[in-house]
């Protein structure tokens, strides 16, 4: 947790910071503001769980600070230091959002025993709202859509260990397990819908899932999900674990096509139905539904409303194209996201499916080649960049024959791989760097001006935060102790070489409160700019 002290008084603030140890309350960072502007500067450079606040400061008062917190930060505990004289706006600040308030003199004890109990509140928030109990009535809110994207997930042969998906089958509560075997239901509009409608497309489907239910009540538990097609898909279980497939496809068969004459009847839409082999669902889900595609692509065009059923599929066909490159997540998804490592253990599982089952065809060698080079060089076109500018000394390769010997060609795809990778990596760096030079110039050359972390975060088009935590991590130092250390250097410059006011010094320094630059001043150097002035140039 982060706590913020916020006093005009300098003295209040080294009192707080030095009797109490606030790491045995349970906050990692204690920072201090001797203005409620700069308390919003600290505040939006980092998160902020409880900041205690004198009442009475000049220019923003505690209160309104307060109210500042209020509407940006509403999750933040305030805590106000208040004298006898101010007690009854520290009453009124109680009927809004103010958490506590301390009288001042306040004893150590006091001030602990009231932090204590925001650290407390904040804790108890947090717990309740990851409570079992939320979580779950949050989970089942959201059944039907957590249930079609296991579904989803598993044609596309993801979630291969039974144990995890023991444990999901169980709390989705799904009337299947993991070692069930069903068949695949695929559901294809083909007339009546308007397909840029998704909408009217989201209500039809629920009232075919609803016709589903009804129509294969009787026996058979029922699974669905809409696929990357946008068909409609079902997995049907039989209720009765004794039964065999092969007695139910028949009946499965006939309630399907009643489906079909249901959905046309009461719905007017025209379907096309296609029933899949029966596969199992952590083993060959995946293949049975592919195959299920491919049938309908075979067999079913657009508008024909046909029922198609896959029980004779041939499953020992001499030519299947790959599966690992179309799974996902897939190799441009990887790259996109940045997951380096995972794109390389993509690449190599491509190469050993191209290995242990179709070692020798060069046509699965050059899928397996042209479908990795396309991710290759959409990731670089993301980038602005040629793939020829990035992987130049192996960029020649492409047009030989090495291409076609799935040894040289896998070589070859990691080789390519870990230069984009690289390449990426320092281009990220130097746009990092050359954003934070971007804002040290600018601050530099305005010091005078409006230098909160919004507006310039507003110079690079980034968040506030995300520019606190690059600055840092690029220079070490955070922005505003950035821009303290120029403006307090450049003021001594200009006391020390130019005859200008103390008041005129602070406002080309980017104070327009003289009274809070000199208290500033006077903290970094242990005088007064006037002081400082008249030892620097000393009267002859």
């Not at 397990?177 to 009546?192: A, F, H, I, M, Q």
Request: proline share 3%; with cysteine; hydrophobic share 40%.
């Amino acid at each position: 947790m982060n706590l913020l002290i916020v006093d005009d008084e300098i003295s209040v603030i080294e009192g707080l910071l030095g009797t109490i140890e606030w790491s045995g309350i349970g906050f990692h960072t204690v920072r201090s503001a001797t203005s409620a502007f700069e308390a919003i500067r600290l505040m939006e450079e980092e998160t902020v769980d409880v900041v205690i606040t004198d009442i009475r400061m000049p220019e923003m008062s505690g209160l309104e600070l307060v109210q500042a917190i209020e509407e940006r930060w509403d999750k933040t505990k305030c805590i106000l230091l208040t004298g006898h004289k101010e007690f009854h706006y520290a009453q009124s600040a109680l009927r809004r959002k103010v958490f506590d308030y301390i009288l001042k003199p306040a004893s150590d004890e006091e001030i602990i025993c009231t932090v204590t109990a925001a650290v407390d509140a904040i804790h108890n928030e947090w717990n309740q709202a990851s409570s079992m109990q939320k979580a779950m009535y949050t989970l089942r809110e959201h059944l039907p859509v957590l249930r079609g994207n296991l579904l989803l997930k598993l044609l596309h042969g993801q979630y291969k260990r039974q144990g995890d998906l023991e444990l999901k089958f169980n709390m989705l509560e799904l009337p299947f397990t993991p070692k069930d075997r069903v068949v695949l239901l695929l559901v294809r509009l083909d007339t009546g819908v308007d397909p840029e409608d998704p909408y009217s497309l989201q209500l039809y489907e629920y009232a075919i899932i609803n016709m589903a239910e009804e129509v294969f009540n009787g026996g058979f538990s029922l699974w669905s999900t809409r696929d990357v097609h946008d068909y409609l898909v079902i997995a049907l279980k039989q209720k009765e674990p004794a039964a065999e497939f092969t007695s139910a496809a028949g009946a499965m068969e006939n309630l399907s096509v009643k489906l079909q004459e249901c959905i046309q009847q009461y719905l007017k839409l025209l379907v096309t139905v296609v029933l899949s082999r029966s596969a199992a669902l952590t083993d060959d889900l995946s293949d049975a539904y592919n195959g299920a595609l491919s049938y309908l692509r075979k067999y079913g065009n657009q508008g024909t409303a046909l029922f198609l059923s896959v029980s004779h599929e041939n499953k020992d066909a001499k030519v299947g194209s790959l599966k690992t490159p179309y799974q996902s997540p897939t190799l441009l998804h990887l790259l996109e996201a940045g997951k380096w490592d995972e794109a390389e253990i993509k690449v190599k599982d491509i190469w050993l499916e191209v290995a242990s089952s179709w070692e020798g065809s060069e046509e699965h060698i050059m899928e397996a080649v042209h479908g990795i080079i396309a991710a290759f060089t959409c990731i670089a076109h993301h980038h602005g960049r040629h793939l020829s500018e990035i992987i130049s000394s192996e960029y020649g390769f492409l047009w030989g024959q090495g291409l076609r010997i799935r040894t040289k060609a896998e070589e070859w795809t990691l080789r390519a791989l870990r230069s984009i990778r690289d390449d990426i990596w320092e281009e990220s760096r130097h746009n990092r760097n050359h954003m934070v030079r971007q804002i040290q110039d600018y601050i530099v050359n305005h010091l005078s001006e409006d230098l909160s972390l919004t507006a310039l975060a507003s110079l690079v088009y980034i968040h506030p935060a995300y520019l606190s935590r690059l600055f840092k991590d690029e220079t070490g130092g955070g922005v505003s102790d950035y821009i303290l250390r120029l403006r307090m250097e450049h003021a001594t410059y200009l006391l020390k070489h130019t005859n200008l006011k103390v008041y005129e010094v602070a406002k080309q320094t980017g104070y327009q409160n003289v009274a809070y630059f000199i208290k500033v001043f006077r903290t970094c150097y242990n005088q007064t700019p006037q002081e400082y002035k008249d030892r620097s140039c000393p009267v002859p």
